[in-house]
């Protein structure tokens, strides 16, 4: 991802996508620029949105899907 210069759109749906992977795909995606990165339908419980949630502030991302996922209160407070 890291070295794909243009990106600006990650769709990473239904992949079996778990905690480890989300935060490495939010980190490469935050290198890369990416701006919606969709992680939707995947195995991520609150350890990945927590992940996630650390990437967005030396990213240029605006949207980040993580519907249906394993998500809780405490993952989405992360995010907020």
Do not use: Q, Y
């Not at 239904?14 to 939707?40: C, H, N, P, Y």
């Amino acid at each position: 991802v890291a070295g794909c210069a243009g990106l600006r759109f990650l769709h990473v749906r239904d992949a079996g996508v778990e905690d480890g992977g989300a935060r490495d795909l939010a980190d490469a995606a935050a290198r890369a620029g990416v701006v919606i990165l969709s992680l939707g339908a995947n195995r991520i419980g609150d350890e990945g949105a927590e992940a996630v949630a650390r990437a967005l502030p030396k990213s240029e991302l605006v949207w980040v899907d993580l519907l249906a996922n394993r998500v809780t209160r405490r993952g989405v407070s992360a995010l907020a």
